[in-house]
């Protein structure tokens, strides 16, 4: 199975092309392609609000904080699938719906229906990622080996 399907419009935009790098350089194992992905004053909320991931809700900002969601979330998993089922690119911004299924080292799996937001700058480089989900319907899905 490939690691994004992409069932959703896909016509050219900034945005969904920025979207969709980050997602094959998450997927891949990429961490410096995909850092390099963000604007300096970058923000990823992942979720959006306070969660488990980020209990004050503050997000991750900047080269630092970026790196470090990657570091502490991103590079703790195994295996990413991405389904985007549907895509809404206009302005900066390009909003996909999307199911990420993660598996980690141990074999365990959980399924993220999210909404992911990208905002671009002029140069095409993400200024802001809001990924929309709810951690409590995540790790329900929660499977173990």
Sequence with gaps: MDAIAWD???SDHPARRAARASMTAVAEGRKDE???????????????????LDPEGAGHRGPDGIENFWSS?????????????????????????????????????MTI???????VDDAGKITSLRAHWEPDR????????
Excluded at 113 to 119: G, P, Q, R
């Design 8 to 10: 959703a419009p896909d």
């Design 113 to 119: 229906d999210c909404v992911l937001v990208y905002t």
């Design 34 to 52: 995909w850092l390099a992905l963000f604007a300096p004053d970058a923000l990823i909320e992942d979720p959006v609000g306070p969660s488990f």
């Design 73 to 109: 979330f991103i590079s703790t998993i195994a295996g990413f699938r991405f389904r985007v089922a549907d895509s809404f690119a206009n302005g900066p911004c390009c909003a996909n719906v999307a199911t990420i299924t993660t598996t980690t080292p141990d074999g365990a799996t």
């Design 138 to 145: 995540a790790m329900a899905t929660l499977t173990t080996p």
